[in-house]
């Protein structure tokens, strides 16, 4: 988890905001559709985009994120890495262009900041520490000078707002991060959760993205609940068709203990994944079946074992180099499940399976006790 997250949320990422119209009703046509995963749609649009206006970053920026939405809905998965990459480079290229006969263009400045900041944020999630931290430094200056040339930018907030909060939050959280963190400014939690409001409230671009960041501290920081549910709502309210924001809904409700809620939640989402609607792919499928499964143990069992093995297989087609929890959760309660169903034979073999796996909290503690437990119920036959 630390790995998924250190400088992820660290190297602000800035879906920036031309002060210059483009066909505005166009890029938010787009933006929509990045939000509604409606990848081909949105390609289109801000290809129109690139078409109308080819010496404006803002196309290039905007395709740049569609691919980014596909990374996010699998960020184990590395195959659009290089595409990603290489359309920020594009984005880059138009902005330097740009800033070579205008180094004050704040269009140009703020997506240049923006895709630095993203790119930046891949290569934290790839571990790739070095390559990040020189992307975050050299991101900052540009946001601080955009704003000074227009402070009535509201969206320009977002990278201010995301930066105060995770530059105090992530060390503080994570010590290990410090020397990492020492060529930043420091931060301050409080003030950019305000920031972060305000976009999220009156942002023109940002405010989605802003929300977004509020749903994901507020889940994995400020461990508050009750507010991550409130913008994981809204936003899936506004965005029917993201599964990823679904998905939140679905853990903050078993986080709450409404578990009658969050099981019905998994139980659409498992059906919109097995009917291959868009968005909903292999890894909402995983934990859909996942979480379904854990609301038959009690009453039905023998469906438990059906959703736990299918969340098994799929998680060894997701997992690479390490085991997920997904696939060492199932797995320990598929032998519990067989141990009680008096199929030792079969409970064994997912124990030893479990002490295979990495060690994942307690993980191999519970299957070494319970396979104990088991060996000596089976010589007392």
């Known amino acids: 988890m630390k790995n998924k997250i250190l400088f992820a949320v660290i190297i602000f990422s800035i879906p920036l905001f031309a002060r210059k119209q483009i066909n505005d009703s166009l890029v938010n046509a787009g933006i929509r559709q990045i939000y509604n995963l409606q990848f081909k749609t949105a390609e289109t649009t801000f290809a129109e985009v690139i078409k109308q206006n080819p010496k404006s970053p803002i196309g290039y920026f905007f395709d740049a994120m569609v691919i980014w939405w596909k990374i996010s809905l699998d960020m184990e998965n590395e195959r659009y890495d290089d595409i990603f990459y290489d359309k920020l480079e594009t984005a880059i290229d138009v902005c ?4 070579d006969k205008n180094p004050n263009d704040v269009d140009a400045l703020f997506f240049k900041g923006g895709s630095l900041g993203f790119r930046g944020r891949l290569k934290s999630i790839r571990e790739e520490w070095f390559g990040a931290v020189l992307d975050g430094k050299d991101a900052l200056p540009l946001v601080h000078k955009v704003y000074a040339a227009d402070s009535t930018n509201i969206d ?48 023109k671009y940002a405010k989605y993205e802003s929300q977004f960041f509020l749903l994901t ?28 924001f679904e998905r939140y809904i679905g853990r903050i409700h078993f986080r709450l203990g409404n578990k009658d809620v969050s099981t019905s939640v998994f139980k659409s989402i498992y059906e919109k994944a097995v009917s291959k609607k868009n968005g909903y792919n292999k890894n909402s499928l995983r934990e859909a079946s996942y979480y379904v499964g854990l609301d038959f143990i009690k009453l039905q069992p023998a469906k438990a074992i059906e959703f736990f093995e299918e969340c098994v297989k799929i998680s060894k087609e997701l997992d690479d180099d390490e085991e997920s929890g997904f696939l060492i959760n199932a797995t320990l309660y598929l032998a519990r499940l067989y141990k009680n169903d008096k199929n030792y034979k079969k409970a064994s073999e997912y124990y030893e ?3 295979d796996y990495r060690d994942y909290r307690d993980s191999h503690k519970s299957a070494e006790t319970e396979l104990t437990q088991l060996e000596n119920l089976i010589k007392k036959k």
């Open 96 to 99: 330097d262009e740009i800033l």
């Open 217 to 244: 501290l507020y889940y994995g920081f400020e461990e508050d609940n009750l507010q991550a549910l409130k913008y994981a709502e809204r936003l899936f309210n506004e965005f029917p068709g993201n599964s990823l």
């Open 156 to 203: 320009v907030q977002l990278g201010f707002g995301i930066y105060n909060y995770y530059a105090a939050a992530v060390p503080e959280k994570y010590p290990f991060v410090k020397p990492f963190m020492a060529v930043f400014p420091g931060g301050n939690k409080a003030k950019g959760i305000r920031q972060l409001e305000y976009v999220a409230n009156r942002g």
């Open 353 to 355: 399976s479990v002490l």
